[in-house]
């Protein structure tokens, strides 16, 4: 409902515009000058609509890509608002040949339609970012999955005390790895996740004992191995 509203309040502010130019503008510049002022009108009343009525960030984009073009897209609408706003008035004024207010306005509006090229850049960086981050968390993010499902298992098999502690402790020095996306730091995340796939073999079919203290201690030293690789 409240995009339906918005959309009927634009095209309402849209003929309210294009009449006030058509009442107070075309009889006194002539019909070309006074459309080439309600293309450029509308254009500047879009612009500042979409981005005053219109959510600047999408809050389902876990990457908030817009985040990183709010600046730039504000910059270009502002500058190319009030430059052509200010070209409309003197071409008015100093009544400006409809050539030369055309060429001028072709000009600015090359000028808007770079800024939003920017902003395009802009966001696209800050997404890539996002998922060369996200890429970089996979695999502790899946270390740290299978860990807490081990956790649980553990506990609900009521295996040793002991046992318990030592995957608590595995879960805990997890906290302290680093992201990265380096070939050294994927071999180790696959050397831990094939460790802890025996360690659950082990507690599963309840071998308890020196199998899974060898096993427990694989996945600390290839842990703390990994908290040293970047």
């Not at 879009?46 to 990457?63: G, P, Q, T, Y």
């Not at 696209?124 to 299978?146: F, L, T």
Request: net charge neutral.
């Amino acid at each position: 409902m409240k995009r339906v509203l918005s959309i009927l309040a634009f095209i309402l502010g849209e003929i309210v515009l294009i009449a006030v130019l058509r009442i107070y503008v075309l009889p006194a510049l002539g019909e070309e000058i006074a459309y080439l002022d309600i293309a450029v009108s509308s254009i500047i009343y879009m612009s500042l609509f979409i981005d005053v009525f219109f959510a600047w960030v999408n809050l389902k984009d876990k990457s908030h890509r817009e985040v990183g073009g709010i600046g730039i897209r504000w910059m270009s609408v502002l500058i190319y608002g009030i430059v052509a706003i200010a070209v409309m008035v003197i071409g008015g004024l100093c009544e400006l040949s409809f050539t030369l207010q055309l060429i001028i306005h072709l000009g600015l509006f090359v000028f808007y339609i770079l800024g939003w090229s920017a902003v395009l850049t802009a966001e696209s960086k800050v997404a890539g970012v996002y998922e060369k981050e996200k890429q970089k968390r996979q695999g502790i993010n899946e270390i740290k999955s299978i860990v807490r499902t081990l956790r649980v298992s553990a506990k609900n098999i009521d295996t040793s005390p002991e046992t318990n502690r030592s995957i608590e402790k595995l879960e805990e020095e997890l906290r302290y790895i680093s992201p990265s996306d380096s070939a050294a730091a994927s071999a180790i995340d696959a050397d831990i996740m094939r460790a802890l796939s025996e360690l659950e073999r082990a507690i599963l079919t309840k071998d308890e004992g020196e199998n899974i203290l060898r096993l427990t201690n694989k996945c600390e030293n290839l842990i703390c191995e990994r908290r040293r690789t970047y």
